[in-house]
């Protein structure tokens, strides 16, 4: 049920579908003064939340700064990326698709081969509502198979909706064979912070590594500050999902 609740507020919640409730309030009703507010405020936080400055500032607040690979000194037993990113509903079957923030799989790649981990953890099953063929975790270990990484090398974890489930898995399956320490969480820097959460209040604390940014260099240049972009439009709306995710998840006690 909080599966379900979850992934129907974090819909209500986007930038666009209030937008749009507020467009269509005005277009339905009949009092005039509402209608013109209704109007006037579906104008306004169209313009906030398409600037691109405003959006970039947000995610440069809230994203978690990157880790140069020279300025890791350990090793770790385990690098556990957190999936989210394939395309499974593309087809045919034959092949992986990426979506946005592919770079968890290439970073992660990247700190196999310089032997910063040793074995890669793929950590996700499918977060929709329906049934899908293939699990992504599945997808994943796939194009690390096609990258080089023999199977030994590889530890899937499928079962998993959501992060909080991963957290729950994850430390259930790697409990016996390592410890916390010997651990790196990947993921997106805008998601590191529901991550570590979830994964330290099961009590697997472990460095983190992100990955995947959306934020860009503080730029003051016209089109930044003036032109509306759909990009900033979507960056609020996974700052939306990660702070209602966030919420959920501390009501839920799962953080």
């Given amino acids: 049920m909080f599966f379900v609740l979850s992934k129907t ?18 277009f339905f009703v009949k009092h005039q003064r509402l209608k ?20 970039n500032e947000l995610v440069l607040w809230w994203e978690v700064p990157p880790t140069p690979y020279n300025q890791i000194s350990k090793v770790y037993d385990f690098g556990i990326v957190l999936t989210g990113i394939g395309g499974t509903d593309n087809g045919p079957d034959d092949r992986v698709y990426f979506g946005r923030g592919a770079e968890r799989v290439t970073h992660t790649l990247q700190l196999y081969q310089l032997g910063i ?37 590889l530890v899937i974890e499928n079962r998993s909706r959501n992060t909080h489930e991963s957290a729950v898995e994850v430390s259930k399956i790697l409990r016996s064979s390592t410890s916390p320490t010997n651990c790196l969480l990947i993921t997106s820097g805008y998601h590191l912070r529901r991550a570590n959460a979830c994964y330290r209040h099961e009590g697997w604390q472990m460095d983190n590594f992100s990955t995947d940014f959306i934020s860009h260099k503080r730029r003051f240049s016209f089109d930044v500050l003036l032109i509306p972009k759909v990009d900033a439009i979507d960056h609020w709306t996974t700052m939306i999902r990660e702070w209602v995710g966030m919420i959920s998840y501390k009501m839920a006690g799962y953080i």
């Avoid at 937008?19 to 005005?26: D, E, G, R, V, W």
């Avoid at 049934?131 to 270990?141: F, G, I, R, T």
């Fill in 36 to 55: 013109r507010r209704m109007t006037i405020s579906a104008c306004i936080l169209l313009f906030v939340l398409s600037n691109d400055f405003l959006a």
């Fill in 117 to 153: 981990i040793h074995k890669i953890m793929i950590s996700g099953g499918s977060g929709k509502l329906t049934a899908v063929p293939k699990q992504e975790a599945d997808y994943l270990a796939d194009a690390f198979r096609l990258m080089g990484v023999p199977d030994s090398a």
């Fill in 9 to 26: 507020l974090s819909y209500l919640t986007q930038p666009m579908v209030l937008i749009c409730l507020l467009l269509a309030i005005a």
